[in-house]
């Protein structure tokens, strides 16, 4: 069983960053594409941000693009979300997923996770 535990999440104001963390358990991390999604009250959850296994190819949504980096430590079992330049409408639980193995080129899939975190609350004041 795959367990993921997500961190850093907090309070911020307009402009300000964060890190999030994504802790996993397990041998096998460093075997499997990593994903960031968020989700909004009221709304569905969306795509953020995902990795490749080796961490040489990221993925973005255009909403976050050039403010937010993905970027993982396979030695560490652990993958992070660097938010910068937020904005109140960046306010969202975020959750980190786990993709399946050969699920294709489009990342932001959310049928292609298969294990997902708790999620972190990040609020974004104006």
């Known amino acids: 069983q795959v367990q993921l535990v997500e961190s850093g999440g907090g309070l911020v104001q307009a402009g300000g960053s964060l890190r999030l963390s994504c802790a996993a358990s397990g041998r096998t991390f460093s075997t499997y594409a990593m994903g960031w999604f968020r989700q909004a009250p009221g709304k569905e959850r969306e795509f953020i941000a995902a990795i490749s296994w080796g961490g040489r190819s990221t993925y973005y949504a255009d909403v976050v693009k050039g403010r937010f980096t993905i970027s993982r430590d396979n030695a560490k079992n652990t993958v992070y979300l660097e938010l910068n330049s937020l904005r109140p409408t960046d306010t969202a639980v975020y959750y980190c997923?786990?993709?399946?193995?050969?699920?294709?080129?489009?990342?932001?899939?959310?049928?292609?996770?298969?294990?997902w975190g708790q999620g972190t609350q990040v609020t974004v004041s104006s």
């Open positions: 997923a786990r993709r399946f193995l050969y699920s294709g080129s489009d990342y932001s899939t959310i049928s292609s996770y298969d294990y």
